[in-house]
């Protein structure tokens, strides 16, 4: 059974009842969404509590789930939501979707530098693996949630377009955006 | 031809590229030395990205979202659960009253009330009698120690000393004696 095809059947029986049903689909997807959500707020209880509520949102909408759609992204969709509706409320701005969206608009195709320093001879992995994790945090949210995605939770760019309804050119820049942003802090000095 | 897009670079890398869009980067990355040196550095940059560490969830955090849709039922205590079957059995006698009376519910209360004020008026006499009753045996019960008081007193001074003491000496040897009798009896009951 496919894995869209096994998310509907879980999702069948949790409607009926079923609660191993949806125990399962915790299961499946408590990892990855922590991996999103935890990357978002950046503090791991509080991650935690956002993955359980977007389990519990879940939960209480299941019905409204259409089926011609993946439930991955329908689930990405509903934990989206919930990330921005909290840095709205702590009235954070760099999750302004406003202002990315005219960013999108404007953006030049990025050209390779003529003089970019090395980064292969300066760090080990690990070293860039720890500073990538801090400039992750230092990227605005809606360059930072397709990297994630995109990077982390594996998704495809036609994925991550359609949980957050942009045209796939867009995510694909942002993910770039990202990634060059990302390169430039590992650069800084400390 | 002119040098990659940073783009360009990235699709080449995470191979979503067409053939002939890739065969056109190959080509020009053959020839420039800047692009592949930025290629070189993006392919290190994904390969860190690839290995960057997981959050881990707790080994009961499918328990806790469970818990949490489904919280477990909380038992009430037993006096709290025989309240409430008496209060229903009384809201359920009203509503039966109600209906074989034909009343409703006000004068039905008020019926109840009265009742219950009248049973309270001849409970009231009845405890008051009791009171009265076992005021008197206590009375009873004084005056019978008084009189044994009494008689023991008239009795010291018409027996002489020495008697007394024999009657006193034997009485408290006759008690000792019939304990220890009744307790050999109660041993012997036991082991047989």
Request: hydrophobic content about 45%.
């Amino acid at each position: 059974m496919s894995s869209m095809n096994e998310d509907k059947n879980l999702v069948d029986r949790a409607i009926l009842g079923e609660k191993e049903a949806f125990e399962m689909i915790i299961q499946k997807y408590q990892q990855p969404l922590l991996n999103y959500i935890g990357r978002m707020v950046g503090e791991r209880e509080l991650a935690l509590d956002f993955t359980q509520e977007v389990f519990i949102k879940i939960y209480s909408s299941l019905r409204s789930y259409k089926p011609q759609f993946k439930f991955s992204t329908w689930l990405y969709r509903i934990a989206s939501n919930t990330i921005i509706d909290y840095w709205r409320k702590k009235k954070i701005d760099a999750f302004s979707m406003d202002q990315q969206r005219n960013q999108d608009k404007d953006l030049p195709p990025l050209q390779v530098p003529a003089n970019e320093q090395p980064l292969a001879r300066k760090f080990e992995i690990s070293q860039l693996r720890e500073k990538i994790e801090r400039a992750l945090d230092r990227i605005p949210g809606p360059l930072r949630e397709v990297f994630i995605w995109r990077h982390i939770n594996e998704l495809s760019y036609e994925e991550i377009a359609e949980i957050k309804g942009l045209p796939t050119g867009t995510v694909k820049n942002r993910v770039f955006q990202a990634k060059e942003m990302i390169r430039s802090l590992v650069e800084e000095k400390p | 031809m002119k040098c990659l897009t940073i783009e360009q670079i990235y699709l080449y890398i995470e191979k979503e590229l067409s053939p002939s869009e890739n065969k056109e980067v190959e080509n020009h990355l053959r020839v420039c030395p800047v692009c592949q040196k930025a290629l070189e550095e993006r392919k290190l940059l994904s390969q860190a990205t690839e290995s960057l560490h997981l959050w881990e969830a707790p080994p009961d955090f499918t328990q806790q979202v469970m818990a949490r849709i489904f919280p477990p039922k909380v038992s009430l205590p037993a006096w709290l659960g025989t309240l409430a079957t008496g209060f229903a059995s009384m809201v359920l006698c009203f509503f039966i009253l109600t209906l074989v009376t034909g009343q409703n519910l006000r004068s039905l209360l008020l019926s109840f009330t009265e009742t219950v004020f009248d049973f309270l008026k001849y409970l009231a006499p009845l405890f008051v009698k009791v009171l009265k009753l076992a005021s008197l045996l206590v009375t009873i019960f004084q005056r019978f120690a008084e009189f044994l008081l009494k008689g023991l007193t008239l009795l010291t001074s018409i027996i002489s000393m020495e008697l007394q003491i024999i009657i006193i000496s034997t009485t408290i040897i006759l008690i000792i004696t019939s304990i220890f009798a009744l307790r050999r009896k109660l041993v012997f009951g036991e082991k047989t």
